[in-house]
């Protein structure tokens, strides 16, 4: 057992549907025969593509079934060796990329029953996000009042890359359901694939999509910063699953400076980008893409001055690091504890009641 990481949060594990035919005890009769009919089958984001080493560790591949495809490997694999405490599920499942609403909304209900029934319902320590069909917000938040009763959903989950910036006041209700039940918005890196990850066009491999997603976050919470949103959510926070922290000094920098030239367009935006962004913003910790020299990650925290900012995560099954130390080295010790626990139980108040 990694004795550091004791009694941790995981804030990003992702469990694999393995199909949409795995959905179909989930789904009413009109959905189930448009499944069938159409043969709609593999929309799971999470291992895509299938052969890319950074869809799971070696040692995370069974050898028969999906790579976090059940929760006896989940159980082997992370809360077991890492002594994890809970963990949250984040389905990166498709769906939302679809672009009929109402199949998108069908198939987001049949998932997350799907997560509740053999996941949530197997093992007392997990937790879940809720999929919602972004791009509707009114069936967005129909999901969210359908599933707030069960405590056991801890956040709304969506897309990082979107068909609209989610700033746009069309998405506030969202929002607006997601504070009144004490759940944050979760953006996990997935792509609806409705626009290229450049300003400059598409790309042509894995590994520009994966650097440019940090371009993806940037633009999403500097939407939700210039529109409003948490002015006008002030209990509201945001989690940002995967990005990376690098970029960060360079949005508070950047975003400061030009909203004290242009804060009279935006008058709403009460204090600066920065602030913001501390006040609000979570980030998971895998991948970390911190310094090569573990003395530069300490100097790289205190330039975005927030101990609160960092959630733990293993990122399970992906491959992000070896071995039991998720915890990135370099890291200064007075946080570790408010990584591993305080930061998630301060972001997830759904959280508070089920732990001692």
């Known amino acids: 057992m990694a004795a550091a990481t004791i009694g941790a949060i995981d804030c990003d594990l992702h469990p694999a549907i393995p199909g949409c035919m795995a959905l179909l005890p989930y789904l009413d009769e009109h959905w189930h025969e448009e499944v069938v009919s159409r043969g709609l089958d593999d929309l799971d984001l999470a291992l895509w593509p299938r052969g890319a080493p950074l869809t799971a560790r070696g040692d995370w591949r069974p050898e028969k079934g999906l790579p976090g495809g059940s929760v006896e490997l989940l159980r082997s ?39 509740a029934k053999e996941w949530l319902d197997k093992d007392a320590r997990l937790r879940a996000g809720i999929l919602v069909p972004v791009e509707d917000p009114s069936l967005a938040v129909q999901e969210i009042e359908r599933r707030a009763a069960d405590q056991r959903f801890v956040q709304v989950l969506l897309f990082g890359a979107t068909e609209t910036l989610l700033g746009r006041r ?68 945001l989690v940002l699953l995967g990005a990376g922290i690098g970029w960060v000094p360079s949005f508070l920098w950047r975003g400061t400076k030009e ?65 039991t130390e998720a915890l990135a080295p370099g890291l200064p010790e007075e946080m570790r504890m408010r990584l591993l626990r305080d930061n998630a139980i301060a972001t997830y108040p759904r959280l508070k009641g089920s732990l001692s």
């Open 77 to 115: 694999q992370i809360l077991e060796p890492f002594g994890t405490s809970i963990g949250i599920l984040n389905t990166m499942f498709g769906a939302p990329a679809l672009h009929n609403v109402d199949m998108v909304a069908a198939l987001c209900r049949a998932a997350n029953d799907w997560v």
């Open 170 to 237: 069309s998405h506030w209700p969202i929002y607006e359901a997601a504070q009144r039940h004490d759940m944050p918005i979760a953006l996990q890196v997935t792509s609806a694939v409705r626009h290229s990850p450049t300003a400059n066009g598409w790309p042509s491999y894995l590994i520009e999509d994966h650097v440019n997603f940090a371009q993806t976050f940037q633009s999403q919470l500097l939407s939700m910063i210039s529109e409003g949103v948490f002015t006008r959510f002030p209990k509201l926070k």
């Open 259 to 323: 909203w004290r030239a242009l804060r009279r367009e935006v008058p709403w935006v009460d204090r600066s980008p920065a602030q913001i962004l501390r006040d609000h913003v979570r980030i998971s910790c895998q991948p970390l893409d911190s310094p090569p020299d573990p003395n530069d990650l300490t100097a790289l925290l205190e330039m975005i001055g927030c101990d609160d900012m960092l959630l733990f995560a293993t990122d399970w099954p992906h491959w992000r690091f070896d071995g």
